[in-house]
């Protein structure tokens, strides 16, 4: 079955506590992308991958590092987490080119719940 | 700077009813808007997608109409189901040769069907 994964679901973790959250694709898409969720705002970017060695910032960066040393995984990493980081965040993945306007679609993950107290 | 605003934030339809949301987005050069739909405890998934070469795109009881000189683009759900309850995002994006990543998100739109 054609999914991304995210691990851990839920997580709590105090200031300061470095952690990472998983994310795998196996639909061998090139672009992956995490992007965290707040009431009211949206969906936000914030770090994203044309391919493996090749990362950019999104539109919220700070606070956060990805790598993509595979094609399959992209995790992301909260060196020193802050409460105002506590979110709902999403992973996804995609083809880079799409031919048509009905596919090319972004898949995304279920999810990671983090708490930053 | 919110490149694509979205409206309304929340809203209420009976079961039958159409529901329209819209989305009005600044960049010209974007030039791929899909609708994502997201039930409570998941991802977002792919609900329909246009490009600026037509104005309209029908799937289903989906329709998006687009007006290009306008800047606005809007989904249509006709004869709307409990099951359609969800939020829905519109969002663009841009690029070459039909590549659609780097997508930039409205803030969502609460859609509630009541039976």
């Known amino acids: 079955e054609a999914q991304v994964t995210q691990n851990p679901r839920y997580l709590i973790t105090v200031t300061g506590k470095k952690l990472t959250v998983t994310c795998s694709q196996n639909?061998?898409?090139?672009?992956m992308s995490w992007y965290r969720q707040d009431p009211g705002l949206g969906l936000r970017q914030i770090y994203y991958?044309?391919?493996?060695?090749?990362?950019d910032k999104g539109d919220v960066p700070e606070g956060y590092k990805v790598s993509r040393k595979e094609k399959r995984n992209f995790p992301l990493i909260l060196e020193s987490p802050s409460p105002n980081q506590t979110s709902l965040y999403f992973c996804?993945?995609?083809?880079?080119?799409?031919?048509?306007?009905?596919?090319?679609?972004?898949?995304f993950g279920p999810g990671t719940r983090l708490t930053v107290l | 700077q919110q490149q694509v605003k979205q409206s309304p934030q929340s809203l209420i339809v009976q079961k039958g009813g159409i529901s329209i949301i819209n989305c009005a987005y600044e960049?010209?050069?974007?030039?791929?808007f899909p609708w994502y739909q997201q039930f409570p405890g998941k991802g977002p998934a792919l609900l329909i997608a246009?490009?600026?070469?037509?104005s309209e795109k029908k799937e289903g009881r989906f329709t998006i109409s687009f007006n290009k000189s306008a800047k606005q683009f809007s989904l249509h759900i006709m004869d709307s189901q409990p099951g359609d309850s969800a939020t829905y995002f519109c969002?663009?994006?841009?690029?070459?040769?039909?590549?659609?990543?780097?997508?930039?998100f409205g803030k969502g739109t609460l859609l509630t069907v009541n039976p």
């Open positions: 996804a993945s995609s083809r880079l080119f799409s031919t048509s306007g009905s596919s090319g679609a972004q898949y």
């Open positions: 639909m061998n898409h090139e672009y």
């Open positions: 969002a663009a994006s841009m690029g070459s040769g039909g590549s659609n990543y780097k997508l930039t």
């Open positions: 960049n010209t050069a974007f030039d791929y």
């Open positions: 991958s044309m391919n493996v060695e090749v990362t």
């Open positions: 246009i490009r600026p070469d037509v």
